[in-house]
């Protein structure tokens, strides 16, 4: 399978714990830039409820969902303490300041 790489944004335009939706190539996707400064990118919908991730509250590498706080893993897309399936997680890399997704 051929990995697309796509700029989405700059570094400079995502604020530290505040989630960013965006929707690229019909995806509905959320940006996430941690304390630490890691980049993470997951499918924008909760499985669960269809909560706008990117409206959640982040803490570490988690983000909770809006709706219900399910705490889903930023790295993983793994939903704490659910058998719901998981959120899908985008492979970011930031080059020269601008941030591009692995599609």
């Known amino acids: 399978m051929t990995t697309n790489k796509v700029k989405v944004t700059s570094i400079n335009e995502l604020t530290s ?28 919908i909760c499985p669960h409820k269809q909560g706008p991730l990117s409206e959640g509250t982040v803490s570490g590498n988690h983000v909770y969902c809006p709706l219900h706080d399910q705490k889903v893993d930023l790295k993983t897309g793994e939903l704490e303490d659910s058998e719901l399936e998981c959120v899908t997680v985008y492979d970011v890399e930031v080059h020269n300041g601008d941030v591009y997704l692995c599609l």
């Open 17 to 44: 714990l505040i989630g960013k939706k965006m929707i690229i190539q019909d995806k509905e996707i959320g940006i996430f830039l941690t304390e630490n400064g890691s980049v993470y990118a997951v499918n924008n």
